[in-house]
């Protein structure tokens, strides 16, 4: 008996669950909550899916972030961004991130592809029947009401508000459950500089920058090498002046770096000392140079100004808290969850393995543990993570941790286990990134690996009835050039 009628026949209600986002997070957590029968709604506050892979030439109107007032922007995304891994291991469990003919066919493609992927994903599995497009999200907050069929805090409810984009009239609803799956790359965490204020060249963050051709001639100054300040390096090499790149831990091999790059015109630092009214940058090695940009390429902060909790749930140095598994506040579970607060991730198949779990914990089907025993948990976590030396920010950082955490939820869910190769891919993978930093996107000696993901994915495309060049009897590999 589906859900819809067991609740029925006790004389229940099924549960209103509003979902925050129609990215790549939300659209997950839709299916998942559907397929489940719950009676779903997703709130997405542009005009198209997508989240983050939607791509707007449109910056914020303070380039650096931290002007309250300024004319907010919510994509990150710039124009040439192509994936940091690859489109096999990148996709659902359960729908192949497949190359099709006329698209961008590339292993590691940009993120037009992507948004596609995404798209298609939704219509596959109808998922726009529950999207209402251009509604922002004001306010989240917890209401005591009525009994929840489902949940342990049975007279919990939220109070939901929300504007079409654009209007001034605000409206009310009451859902039984909240997912939030809206992301983390649209607040900048912005440093200090000492002299950034009498500095007179351009000051800005990566939230703002869209293309290279600005930068033309330039002498560029990028805090961070991290995703985005090592890709949007190597975008710049190729007009700038000069490219400095400062990070507070560099390889011992990596510090000295000078004139590196295609062009010779890449230097690497630790972190800048002083920014001077002459338009000079200082570096904490003593060098020095005169500059006309300084990009920041910190990360972005979690913020979710538009919840409520009453103090249950913080958000305090880059740590989001309690939470356990990364999912549930404790105090208020399962009525509150998030799907996509880990970094450091296999994004696509983590959101889908998190969204599965709150489904099946919502219609009873799995049992979150008590409140006190959650809480234990999440303490031992974080005392562990200090002991292992891990500042507060990186609470959410996962790595190869990803694998276990996904395993260990479907697990939970009675699922079948990732497959091994997604585990494999990404470690050669990682290692491609050290071994060839400039072009690992194009160059690759995983050949054996990817015939694997190859047939695995060729068979699931099948039995799914999806179409992509596999279906021209085209190898799936044969797009890629490999190192042999």
Not at 72 to 89: G, Q
């Amino acid at each position: 008996m589906a859900p819809q009628a067991q609740a029925a026949a006790a004389g229940n209600s099924v549960p209103k669950v509003l979902v925050i986002g129609a990215g790549a997070a939300g659209l997950v957590a839709a299916l998942e909550l559907s397929r489940e029968g719950l009676d779903v709604t997703v709130y997405e506050q542009t005009e198209e899916v997508g989240g983050l892979w939607v791509y707007t030439p449109e910056t914020e109107s303070e380039p650096l972030g931290v002007d309250p007032q300024r004319r907010h922007v919510h994509s990150s995304m710039y124009r040439d961004l192509r994936t940091n891994l690859p489109r096999e291991i990148m996709g659902y469990l359960d729908f192949p991130f497949l190359p099709k003919r006329g698209r961008d066919e590339r292993r590691y493609p940009g993120c037009e592809e992507v948004k596609l992927y995404l798209k298609d994903f939704a219509e596959h599995y109808n998922l726009m029947r529950f999207i209402e497009f251009g509604v922002k999200v004001h306010y989240v907050g917890v209401k005591r009401g009525e009994a929840n069929a489902y949940s342990e805090n049975r007279d919990l409810k939220w109070i939901v508000r929300t504007s079409k984009v654009g209007a001034n009239q605000v409206g009310e609803e009451i859902f039984d459950t909240v997912v939030i799956c809206i992301g983390h790359f649209f607040q900048p965490r912005v440093i200090s500089i000492p002299g950034a204020e009498r500095w007179p060249g351009l000051h800005m963050h990566s939230h703002n920058y869209r293309i290279p051709e600005p930068f033309q001639d330039k002498v560029v100054v990028i805090i961070g090498n991290s995703k985005s300040g090592g890709d949007i390096s190597k975008e710049l090499i190729h007009v700038a002046k000069e490219v400095h790149i400062c990070a507070r831990n560099w390889p011992a091999d990596n510090l000295s770096v000078s004139e590196a790059g295609p062009r010779k015109n890449t230097w690497h630092h630790p972190l800048v000392e002083l920014a001077c009214e002459d338009g000079t940058v200082k570096f904490q090695d003593g060098k020095s140079t005169k500059a006309d940009v300084i990009m920041q390429c910190t990360g972005y902060l979690y913020d979710f100004q538009f919840l409520d909790t009453q103090g249950l749930i913080s958000v305090e140095d880059g740590r989001v808290a309690p939470l356990y598994k990364h999912v549930f506040v404790p105090a208020l579970a399962p009525s509150l969850s998030f799907v996509g607060l880990p970094s450091k991730i296999l994004p696509f198949p983590l959101f889908q393995a998190q969204a599965k779990w709150i489904a099946k914990v919502l219609t009873g089907k799995v049992k979150l543990p008590s409140q006190s025993a959650m809480m234990a948990d999440v303490e031992k976590y974080y005392l562990d993570l200090e002991a292992k030396g891990v500042p507060r920010h990186e609470t959410l950082g996962l790595e190869l941790e990803t694998f276990e955490y996904v395993n260990w939820m479907l697990h939970e869910c009675g699922e079948r286990q990732m497959n091994s190769w997604r585990r494999d891919i990404f470690l050669t993978t990682t290692l491609s990134k050290l071994a060839y930093p400039f072009d690992y996107r194009e160059v690759w000696d995983d050949q054996e690996l990817l015939d694997i993901a190859n047939a695995s994915l060729l068979e699931l495309s099948e039995n799914l009835g999806i179409e992509g060049t596999q279906g021209s009897g085209m190898s799936y590999a044969n797009h890629f050039s490999c190192i042999v």
